[in-house]
């Protein structure tokens, strides 16, 4: 595999990489590096949001008309947290981002976190393959290297 070319993006011209010199090759190879690196940082923040999305769904099982009235820990900051009694228990607010809360029902919030976390996925599937892509961009670029090495090397010996 000594051309490459970006399914995504069909409009843009294949590059023979034997033609590239040992620099052009090892300049590619550091740019995919980052760009890899660029996907594995996406991937870990939307791999964290999914979490807090699915556990946001999740603690909406423990809000039955039952609770009504019983103690929980009200969170003030992430490490401080203050007592309180549930008085409502078929109305939640939910973060929506920047600032932002709506009030929804419980049913209605948990259809909102299980879109999010569909949402969050398919971004999460949709990077992992455009990683899958480059990373094979990368091996090949690395080949290419690794052979225009030993001819070199060759040259060098005879």
């Known amino acids: 595999m000594s051309v490459i070319s970006a399914s995504e993006a069909p409009h843009l011209q294949q590059i023979d990489l034997t033609k590239l010199s040992l620099q052009q090759l090892s300049l590619l190879k550091q740019q995919l590096d980052k760009e890899l690196g660029v996907f ?3 991937l870990q923040t939307l791999k964290i949001a ?22 929980v820990l009200v969170p003030l900051t992430e490490s401080m947290y203050v007592p309180g009694r549930l008085s409502d228990t078929e109305h939640v607010l939910v973060d ?42 990368r091996d090949a670029t690395v080949d290419v290297m690794g052979m225009k090495i030993q001819g070199q090397m060759r040259k060098e010996a005879a």
């Open 40 to 42: 594995q940082d996406s």
């Open 50 to 71: 999914q979490s807090k999305f699915q556990e946001s769904g999740h603690c909406l099982d423990k809000v039955t008309p039952d609770a009504k009235g019983k103690e």
């Open 96 to 137: 929506i981002g920047t600032g932002y809360f709506v009030e929804k029902t419980i049913d209605s919030a948990k259809d909102y976190f299980n879109r999010r976390v569909a949402y969050v996925t398919e971004q999460m599937e949709k990077i992992q393959m455009l990683g899958l892509e480059k990373s094979k961009i």
